[in-house]
């Protein structure tokens, strides 16, 4: 999934390719990635959800080096993503 293009994002949405995304992270380092969303689906543009993903990407980027440093990783280790619905306020 690492060379995700937007064909993906608009195809599947960003919450599923987020979350295999996650699933081959946890199955890769063999450490417990948990993925909660209130909502099924993001209501933006395709270059918005790709630069979210990118984010998310370069997030375990980080972390997998951090990881490849200490050489080890403690078993009680969870990456937990979670995206919840945002009520937004009402401008003034």
Known sequence: ???LRSETLDLIGFIESAK???SEFQERFKINCQFESDISKLD???????A???ILQESLLLLEGELFIIGQ???GT???IEIPYLIPKPSR
């Open 78 to 80: 969870t990456v937990r």
């Open 1 to 3: 999934m690492t060379g």
């Open 44 to 50: 933006m543009s395709t270059r918005q959800l790709m």
């Open 52 to 54: 979210l993903f990118r």
């Open 20 to 22: 295999i995304y996650l």
């Open 73 to 75: 990783i403690d078993q």
